[in-house]
Nanobody, 113 residues
Framework: QVQLVESGGGKVQAGGSLRISCTAS?????MGWYRQAPGKQRELVAT???????NYADSVKGRFTISRDNTKKTVYLQMNSLKPEDTAVYYC??????????WGQGTQVTVSS
């Protein structure tokens, strides 16, 4: 049974930091994060392959850092210099070696001005 379990969301002031985590199971190739703000479409935040290739949205480059622990099957997103525009539900994403995609339940990140 595939489960993606997110943690670490919360509320911070603008300029602050949060680190969110997602732990999965199975044979995963790509892990990462998408987010969806009210009234907006879901968008890619950052992904990382099992071989270390990363992909970031332009809006978070230089502020967010994705990392993963392949042994723990956990992906992290360190979010620094947070802006109110970063407020969204952040969804963990995993693409398995089978090429199946799975999503976590989402964790709320709220950045106040």
């Amino acid at each position: 049974q595939v489960q993606l379990v997110e943690s670490g969301g919360g509320k911070v002031q603008a300029g602050g930091s949060l680190r969110i985590s997602c732990t999965a199971s199975g044979s995963i190739f790509t892990m990462g994060w998408y987010r969806q703000a009210p009234g907006k479409q879901r968008e890619l935040v950052a992904t990382m392959t099992a071989t270390g290739n990363t992909n970031y949205a332009d809006s978070v480059k230089g502020r967010f850092t994705i990392s993963r622990d392949n042994t723990k099957k956990t992906v992290y997103l360190q979010m620094n210099s947070l802006k109110p525009e970063d407020t969204a539900v952040y969804y963990c994403y995993a693409r398995y070696l089978s090429q199946e995609d799975y999503w976590g339940q989402g964790t709320q990140v709220t950045v106040s001005s």
